[in-house]
């Protein structure tokens, strides 16, 4: 079975600070990765996904992600935040083969930036 | 343009009462996916569907029933909700194999 781990339910950072967002994950084989950001009283947008590759995965907003296998993890980071980064953040997963196309999602961590 | 369609987008209902929250596509999708979101379980999956007449349980499928008669359409029905049943609801498409999916926009749904 797959599943994901956001061992953080907030994340607090000030503005222009860096800031990252953890993610580790268990599947079955090689893995798709992804990271959905959700605003209040909004849907899922997508961030980033990491599929194959170089390690380092960039995507909108200016977040970017690593793969790292022996870790089994995939953390979310930003060089400098900015307030209007303030969010729920979610780190999802599904097995390259088998699996279906079954995307299994982590609890969710929330993202307060502060000036 | 590309999209998957949920509606109604709020609903305040009672106890017993009948519902269907519909989810339609248009990109020739053959999965469809329901998921509910709860606050500190993230989302969780409901039920899927493979394609038309092929749909199987998640993670959390009691309480609901879904039905793919027609490729872009992929129902959620709460036969008799109850309280415990109140969350925002996504539906999702992907085609088979492929690591795209597109979300709805949710559905806020009150159980009271």
């Known amino acids: 079975a797959q599943s994901v781990a956001q061992p953080e339910d907030q994340v607090n950072v000030a503005e222009g600070n860096p800031l990252t967002v953890k993610c580790t994950y268990s599947v079955s084989g090689n893995p798709y990765l992804f990271w959905y950001v959700q605003y209040p009283n909004r849907g899922l947008q997508f961030l980033l996904k990491?599929?194959?590759?170089?390690?380092l995965v960039k995507g909108s907003y200016g977040f970017e992600a690593e793969f790292n296998k022996s870790q089994t993890s995939f953390h979310l980071k930003k060089p400098s935040a900015l307030v209007s980064d303030s969010a729920l953040y979610f780190c999802a997963v599904r097995p390259i083969t088998g699996g279906g196309n079954k995307l299994t999602f982590g609890t969710g961590t929330q993202l307060k930036v502060e000036l | 343009e590309a999209q998957v369609t949920q509606n109604p987008r709020y609903l305040i209902t009672v106890t017993g009462k009948k519902l269907t929250v519909t989810c339609s596509q248009n990109m020739n999708h053959e999965y469809m996916s329901w998921y509910r979101q709860d606050p500190g379980l993230g989302l969780r999956q409901i039920y899927y569907s493979m394609n038309v007449e092929v749909t199987d349980k998640g993670d959390v499928p009691e309480g609901y029933k879904v039905s793919r008669k027609e490729k872009r359409n992929f129902p959620l029905i709460l036969e008799s909700p109850s309280p415990n049943q109140t969350s925002l609801y996504f539906c999702?498409?992907?085609?088979?194999?492929?690591?795209?999916?597109?979300f709805g926009s949710g559905t806020r749904l009150t159980v009271v």
């Open positions: 990491y599929i194959t590759g170089d390690n």
């Open positions: 999702a498409s992907s085609l088979l194999g492929t690591y795209g999916y597109t």
